[in-house]
């Protein structure tokens, strides 16, 4: 049973930054896509970044690109979001997502991954 468990979401001044952890089992990163959404109050989810760990690729949001980090760490069975330059408008509550082993690379749809974790709230003040 695949599990994923999201923590390190709080609240920040504009500028500052955090670290999200999303804490994983019953998978593993080998050949799939793991990623970072976020849903603001009122809006769709959207995609902020995903990594895959066999082919060394990452790709991310206009918004986030030179702020986050995607990143993961096999002996803790754990995937980072680090943020930096934090602003109001990355408000959102931040979702963990994983796709199906060997599912083609690139897709920025939440509907390609279902796998989900329960969510971390992200507030930055301005």
């Known amino acids: 049973q695949v599990q994923l468990v999201e923590s390190g979401g709080g609240l920040v001044q504009a500028g500052g930054s955090l670290r999200l952890s999303c804490a994983y089992s019953?998978?593993?990163?080998?050949?799939?896509?793991m990623a970072w959404f976020r849903q603001a109050p009122g809006k769709e989810r959207a995609f902020v970044a995903a990594s895959h760990w066999n082919g060394g690729s990452s790709d991310y949001s206009d918004s986030v690109r030179g702020r986050f980090t995607i990143s993961g760490d096999n002996t803790k069975n754990t995937v980072y979001l680090q943020m930096t330059s934090l602003k109001p408008e990355d408000t959102a509550v931040y979702y963990c997502a994983a796709t199906r082993r060997f599912f083609q690379w690139g897709s920025r749809a939440a509907s390609d991954y279902p796998f989900w974790g329960q969510g971390t709230q992200v507030t930055v003040s301005s």
């Open positions: 019953g998978l593993t990163l080998s050949n799939r896509a």
